[in-house]
């Protein structure tokens, strides 16, 4: 991200996060508030979607209905707000958000200096760049000189920049402040690349692009991007009901357990089931919430496999799983013990 919006950033957390903040008090406002307040990115398909009737979906909408079901028995007590950028890291640190999914890329220095705290990765992303086929380049080494389209405030700025600057190539930034503006851009002719994480790239193309087969996603993977679910330090029981919310989502799918068949799951003599479940007690006390919090998650939004199928795999995107397979699949996603 760029170096002016990390400092505000890391002023901001000075000021709010000097002492640490008192255990619990996120995890007790969101119960007597009767919802979850998450933080999303902008429209996004597949990750983070309003429709016309202003509900919304996606992998990351998933990931918040998750800890709404593992908490209030109800995945659909949650209020989102989309966030450009520059805007989510001090709309959770001043607490207008209780926590982010919102394509934010886990870094050490995010980590470790803005009050904040990562405590899951929901899809492994890489950057990727989008070019007009007209273009007639097959990949980004085809290219000695471009203008590429990125938006302000993102890790992807400085990749573009480190790629460009170690193949000796000559970049032109056409930077600005919006999804909307970054699309505008790139679909007006403003620039010849559209550079963003791949997930993002993919989501423009589908659903922006007046011809999606007009354009072209290059090949080159420039960077990693752990996409991470981010809470503010200090609340160690909210934090742990964010981060096992989705371990829970990925065990469902390792043990098989899905949304439709999770009541029949119940009467598994299958130890780890039943664990997960809450037939076999002491989960949910540890994480101050229902027995039955695992059972809520993959009732009402499904396993980690069904919601990636459902937005991503499934969808116009068809993205394919790569390292958000299981382990057991070749990918990186898998569970700690949920006992």
């Given at each position: 991200m760029r170096t002016n919006v990390l400092l505000v950033a890391i002023g901001l957390a000075t000021t709010l996060f000097g002492p640490a903040a008192q255990a619990g008090a996120v995890l007790d406002a969101v119960k007597a508030r009767g919802e979850l307040i998450c933080g999303m990115r902008g429209d996004t398909q597949g990750f983070a979607r309003r429709d016309a009737a202003g509900k919304y979906s996606g992998l990351e909408v998933d990931m918040c209905r998750a800890v709404a079901a593992a908490i209030f028995g109800s995945g659909e007590k949650v209020k989102y707000v989309p966030l450009e950028p520059a805007k989510r890291f001090p709309a959770l640190q001043d607490g207008t958000v209780d926590m982010l999914a919102s394509g934010t890329t886990y870094t050490l220095t995010r980590d470790a200096t803005l009050g904040l705290d990562f405590v899951g990765i929901y899809y492994f992303d890489t950057q990727a760049f989008m070019a007009p086929r007209k273009l007639g380049k097959k990949s980004v080494r085809d290219i000695t000189s471009a203008s590429v389209c990125v938006q302000a405030g993102t890790t992807t700025m400085e990749n573009v920049e480190d790629y460009f600057r170690a193949n000796n190539m000559t970049l032109k930034l056409v930077a600005v402040n919006s999804a909307d503006e970054l699309r505008l851009a790139f679909f007006g002719g403003r620039c010849d690349l559209f550079a963003a994480d791949r997930s993002a790239?993919?989501?423009?193309?589908?659903?922006?692009?007046?011809?999606?087969?007009?354009?072209?996603?290059?090949?080159?993977?420039?960077?990693?991007?752990?996409?991470?679910?981010?809470?503010?330090?200090?609340?160690?029981?909210?934090?742990?009901?964010?981060?096992?919310?989705?371990?829970?989502?990925?065990?469902?799918?390792?043990?098989?357990?899905?949304?439709?068949?999770?009541?029949?799951?119940?009467?598994?003599?299958?130890?780890?089931?039943?664990?997960?479940?809450?037939?076999?007690?002491?989960?949910?006390?540890?994480?101050?919430?229902?027995?039955?919090?695992?059972?809520?998650?993959?009732?009402?939004?499904?396993?980690?496999?069904?919601?990636?199928?459902?937005?991503?795999?499934?969808?116009p995107l068809r993205i394919p799983r790569g390292l958000n397979a299981l382990a057991s699949q070749g990918g990186m996603q898998y569970s700690p013990p949920i006992r």
């Open positions: 790239v993919y989501a423009a193309r589908a659903a922006y692009a007046s011809n999606p087969k007009d354009y072209l996603i290059l090949p080159e993977s420039t960077s990693r991007e752990p996409l991470g679910l981010i809470v503010r330090q200090g609340d160690p029981p909210f934090a742990d009901i964010v981060r096992w919310s989705l371990y829970a989502m990925i065990q469902a799918e390792e043990l098989g357990v899905t949304s439709r068949n999770v009541d029949e799951m119940l009467k598994s003599a299958n130890a780890s089931i039943r664990q997960l479940l809450g037939v076999a007690p002491g989960t949910g006390a540890a994480l101050k919430v229902d027995d039955k919090w695992a059972y809520n998650i993959i009732k009402q939004v499904g396993n980690y496999g069904e919601s990636y199928d459902r937005n991503v795999g499934g969808s």
